[in-house]
């Protein structure tokens, strides 16, 4: 923004002043964080006193699982040196955590949104953010719409993305 330099790190914000070629650091705010999810940051935008850090994480909703309620092993995540490295056909969740930095100094998280699918691009076009995720079909339980239908995120609720909403590219 031509006078702070964010940066993320080890799951960490890191707001720092850049003023007369000297950094100074102004605040480090440890991200949400979900044990075990193989949770991984894909991007940072910055529009006035908004902050938004879009993360990816598996979807524990939408795993499959054997008949005793364990996860598949054949699909479970691994975290390599803090990389997460998922089967092509692992449910995850992509999200919008949302801060207000106003004060740089004490940045608050102010909402999270989020949709099925991995994380594939995002981009912004004037005030709008757009993010795009991909959704696969590879595990597919017929008894639960959360594995076959992309799921829209506000916190933790979650909501099933209407039909007229869903684009598969030809």
Partial sequence: DGRYIYMLS???????EAE????????????????DSGLATRG??????RLV??????????????TDGQTKPDIAPEIVDGCYYGWYGQPTR?????????DRAAPAVSGQLGQSGGYFTSRMVGDTLY???????????????????????????????????IAMPP
């Fill in 20 to 35: 007369k070629g000297a950094l100074r650091e102004v605040s480090r705010t440890a991200l949400p964080s979900a044990p």
């Fill in 94 to 102: 992509s999200y919008a955590v949302i801060y207000d930095i106003s």
């Fill in 131 to 165: 993010l795009f995720t991909t959704v696969s079909g590879m595990t597919v339980d017929k008894s639960k719409p959360e594995t076959y239908i992309p799921r829209l995120f506000r916190g933790e609720e979650a909501v099933l993305l209407p039909a007229e909403d």
């Fill in 53 to 66: 850090v879009f993360r990816q994480m598996s979807d524990p909703d939408a795993q499959p699982k054997t």
């Fill in 44 to 49: 940072l935008y910055i529009a006035g006193d």
């Fill in 10 to 16: 080890g799951g960490t914000l890191i707001i720092a």
